[in-house]
C-alpha cells in the first residue's frame, strides 16, 4: 500500500500533545509517535541478556582407567581410625590391620529350588 509523503501535514505528540509537522514526529521503541523533544531510544539495559548457561558436561568424556581400589572397611571407634605412618614423613597413611571377629560357621537350614 502506498502512503502519502506528509510534508504539508501536521500531528500531535503522543507524549506531550503538542502540534509538530508529521515528518517531525519519530516512532520510540514503545510505539508511541513523539516529538523530537520527548524521544528516548530503548536502553540497552531493558534487553533480557544472552545468557547460555555455564559450561558442565565435556563433548566427548573417556572414562579413567579401571585400577584395583583399596577400600578400609574396618570396625568403628577410636582403633578403627588410627593408621601406620604420618603426611609429615611421606609415607602413605593406612589404616592399621585388625584382626577380623572369629566367627563360628553353622547351618541355618537347606534350600530347594525346582525349575518347572
Do not use: H
Not at 534487553?47 to 572397611?73: F, H, K, M
Request: proline share 9%; aromatic share 12%; hydrophobic share 35%.
Amino acid at each position: 500500500m502506498a502512503y502519502a509523503s506528509g510534508k504539508f501535514s501536521v500531528a500531535i505528540c503522543d507524549y506531550c500533545g503538542f502540534q509538530y509537522p508529521y515528518q517531525t514526529l519519530r516512532k520510540n521503541w514503545k510505539g508511541f509517535m513523539v516529538c523530537p523533544e520527548d524521544y528516548e531510544p530503548k536502553s540497552p539495559q531493558i534487553e533480557p541478556l544472552n545468557y547460555r548457561g555455564d559450561a558442565i558436561a565435556l563433548r566427548d568424556p573417556r572414562t579413567d582407567r579401571s585400577e584395583p581400589y583399596n577400600v578400609y572397611v574396618g570396625i568403628a571407634g577410636i582403633f578403627g581410625y588410627n593408621s601406620i605412618g604420618s603426611a609429615s614423613d611421606g609415607t602413605n597413611m593406612q589404616p592399621l590391620p585388625v584382626q577380623p571377629p572369629v566367627v563360628g560357621l553353622g547351618r541355618v537350614g537347606t534350600v530347594t529350588v525346582v525349575i518347572t
